[in-house]
């Protein structure tokens, strides 16, 4: 067994956690962070995109409603290229209570969450698509915001500064020494590798999995694993982040957000974080939502469904999972449960994840005697000093710049040969689905159709030609006698059509029937080796063996 030693080992790699290990590191503290999957793998890489401008929450959750109002300018400082100024409108639409919005008005002045009323005719002409029957509107600084590009930009910032950040090392078990835990036992799931770290502290920020982390170190953490479901469709019908004008609820928000728009949410209890999918209902239920927003919605192409589990704080009995909080909560459990050495952090939304991150590392900076402040709000993130926002045209006008149209891997989201390669290689990518999480491929319309097969035949190509000794963080050490290309293509296109099947009607099963002619009948996939027989390679089996990283899209 490896030993390793840290002053604050972080556990989770969702935006809270990258937060918590970067402020570290800037605090001069030896800071590491494990995660059993990929960065985003979790909860951050499953929501609708969307940076709050606090006011869904100004009448439901006012503290949550203040925190996303404060985040909202800080985030929009300091990592602006991720994140996209739509703004915002809360709508009432004839299916909403129309004293609804002076209520709405006060909360916000209330909170200090920034509005102004638009004339309807104004909003109608901003967004063409919307219900024409909306009797009023409100605009907020809502935007849109890209979890994917933001988590490795700050994992990328945490490691200048000296931390360590782990993908894929899964957390089994916990070691305590009287009542204080010193340290966690992890799996290197790459290698099999079993490692000890020793921590002078340890952060808990896993998210929905909070609980189980926490009970391995034998303290009880009441995480409520709420599923919101959403679709992606194939059409970027509205520019503006999209709100009725009415108390939260189910399905009432669209988010547009790169070449797509995404419509949700739901809320329903799951019993486990790790076992859910998404039912038919569900998606019939959004679309018909959607309708009362943008007439003719159910009409555009439903590209994908998924879902994300949020990491609700249940400190109280309530009548549902709407009526439960959205701010954080730090646990000490040193004063709560008398065990030391360790903290929890739960709850939130990713828009408060820096002031999550801030006030989680105070304490622990505290007990450490570290004195020096959070400047994780004044620092810029690296790549984000132009201080400019994303823009819709911006993969394209790259493209056109650098004259690298046939260089293309992906058509659908304008992604090159040498992103999927630096995805690879420098990104430590270990199956295609985190070349996706790191560039977007496969996530257009096509959802891998005509990608796909090229960035795992690239995969392969990378393998024969490494070098011994590169230095690379992927397992490029020796060439498999089956390519693991095809393992890991088996895999990717298996997860997307799991995403694809609670919305197989209409032009998607056209879609879908075109990717499989290419894979099937063209290109004879079924008839390949899906699992390698020579020497089974680590990289195929993260995605198809080990239960520490199964998710939505792999259960049943």
Same mark, same amino acid.
């Given at each position: ?5 840290? +002053? ?6 969702? =935006?809270t956690g990258?937060g /918590? &290990?970067?402020d ?6 030896? #800071? ?7 960065? %985003?793998?979790?909860?951050t ?6 940076l709050?401008?606090?006011g869904?929450?100004?009448i439901?959750d006012?503290?949550?409603?203040r925190e996303? /109002?404060h985040?909202n300018?800080?985030?929009?400082r ?6 996209e ?7 009432t ?6 004293d609804?919005g002076?209520q709405?008005v =006060? /909360? ?10 638009l004339?309807?005719d ?6 063409? #698509?919307?219900?024409p *029957?909306?009797?009023? #509107?409100? !605009?907020?600084a809502?935007?849109? #915001? @890209?979890?994917?590009?933001?988590a ?16 894929y090392?899964? &957390?089994?078990d916990?070691?305590?020494?009287g ?9 290197d ?5 079993i490692k ?6 340890i ?5 929905a999995?909070?609980? *189980? ?5 034998g303290?009880s953490?009441t995480?409520?694993?709420? *599923?919101?479901t959403?679709?992606?469709m ?14 939260p609820? @189910?399905?009432?928000i669209?988010?547009p ?12 209890h799951?019993? @486990? ?5 998404? $039912?038919?209902?569900?998606v019939?239920f ?11 919605f ?8 998924w ?19 959205? /701010?954080? *909560?730090?646990?000490?459990h040193?004063?709560? +449960? ?12 990713? $828009? %408060?994840?820096?002031?999550?991150a !801030?006030?989680a &590392? ?8 570290? $004195?020096?402040?959070c400047?994780t709000h ?6 984000n000093? !132009? ?7 911006h993969?394209?006008s790259? &493209?056109e710049t650098?004259?690298?149209?046939g !260089? ?13 390669? @630096?995805?690879?290689v420098a990104?430590?990518?270990?199956n ?6 790191? %560039? ?8 891998g ?8 035949a690239?995969w ?13 963080r992927?397992?490029? +050490?020796?060439?498999?006698?089956v390519?693991?290309?095809?393992a890991?293509l ?8 799991k ?7 209409g032009?998607?099963?056209?879609q =879908? ?14 008839l ?14 993260l995605? %198809? ?5 199964a998710?939505?899209e792999?259960a049943?």
């Amino acid at each position: 067994m490896q030993h390793i030693t840290t +002053d604050v080992l972080v556990i989770g790699g969702g =935006a809270t956690g990258l937060g /918590a &290990v970067r402020d570290l590191a800037m605090r001069g503290i030896r #800071a590491m962070l494990v995660e059993k999957g990929d960065l %985003t793998h979790g909860t951050t890489g499953r929501y609708h995109g969307l940076l709050h401008s606090g006011g869904r929450y100004v009448i439901s959750d006012p503290q949550s409603a203040r925190e996303c /109002a404060h985040e909202n300018v800080v985030l929009r400082r300091i990592m602006p290229s991720y994140i996209e100024d739509t703004g915002g409108l809360f709508v009432t639409t004839p299916w909403d209570d129309a004293d609804y919005g002076e209520q709405f008005v =006060a /909360a916000c002045q209330e909170t200090g969450v920034a509005v102004e009323e638009l004339a309807v005719d104004a909003a109608l002409r901003r967004e063409p #698509a919307l219900n024409p *029957k909306i009797s009023r #509107a409100f !605009e907020v600084a809502d935007a849109a #915001a @890209d979890s994917f590009f933001a988590a490795y930009g700050i994992a990328h910032a945490a490691r200048q500064y000296g931390a360590t950040v782990l993908n894929y090392h899964y &957390v089994v078990d916990m070691v305590r020494k009287g009542e204080r835990v010193v340290a966690a036992i992890v799996e290197d799931l790459r290698s099999g590798e079993i490692k000890r770290i020793e921590a002078g502290y340890i952060l808990n920020a896993a998210g929905a999995w909070a609980g *189980k982390i926490a009970a391995l170190a034998g303290v009880s953490v009441t995480v409520r694993p709420g *599923k919101g479901t959403m679709i992606a469709m194939n059409h970027r019908m509205v520019n503006t982040v999209i709100n009725r004008c009415k108390y939260p609820h @189910d399905g009432d928000i669209v988010v547009p957000i790169h070449t797509v728009a995404v419509i949700g949410t739901t809320d329903v209890h799951v019993a @486990d974080p790790d076992v859910f999918g998404v $039912t038919a209902d569900e998606v019939t239920f959004l679309l018909e939502e959607g309708e009362k927003l943008i007439p003719g919605f159910r009409r555009y192409r439903a590209l994908r469904a998924w879902a994300g589990v949020r990491p609700l704080y249940k400190d109280r009995e309530v009548s549902s999972d709407r009526a439960i909080s959205r /701010a954080f *909560k730090l646990l000490r459990h040193d004063e709560r +449960d008398g065990v030391g050495g360790m903290l929890s952090i739960v709850g939130g939304k990713w $828009t %408060t994840y820096r002031l999550m991150a !801030e006030q989680a &590392v105070d304490v622990i900076a505290q007990e450490l005697g570290v $004195t020096r402040p959070c400047r994780t709000h004044e620092e810029v993130i690296p790549g984000n000093e !132009e201080g400019k926002h994303f823009w819709l045209g911006h993969n394209l006008s790259c &493209v056109e710049t650098e004259g690298s149209y046939g !260089e293309l891997i992906c058509e659908c989201e304008l992604i090159t040969r040498e992103q999927v390669i @630096d995805a690879i290689v420098a990104g430590g990518a270990a199956n295609i689905d985190d070349i996706r999480r790191s %560039t977007r491929l496969g996530m257009g319309p096509c959802q891998g159709g005509f990608c796909a097969y090229r960035a795992a035949a690239l995969w392969d190509e990378i393998r024969h030609t490494q070098p011994a000794g590169s230095g690379a963080r992927t397992i490029l +050490d020796q060439a498999p006698a089956v390519p693991v290309g095809v393992a890991l293509l088996h895999h990717f296109l298996q997860a997307r059509w799991k995403g694809l099947r609670p919305i197989m009607w209409g032009e998607q099963v056209r879609q =879908a029937s075109l990717d499989h002619l290419i894979y099937h009948d063209l290109l004879g996939i079924d008839l390949l080796p899906a699992e390698l027989t020579h020497r089974p390679d680590r990289a195929s089996r993260l995605v %198809t063996e080990h239960p520490a990283i199964a998710t939505e899209e792999h259960a049943v």
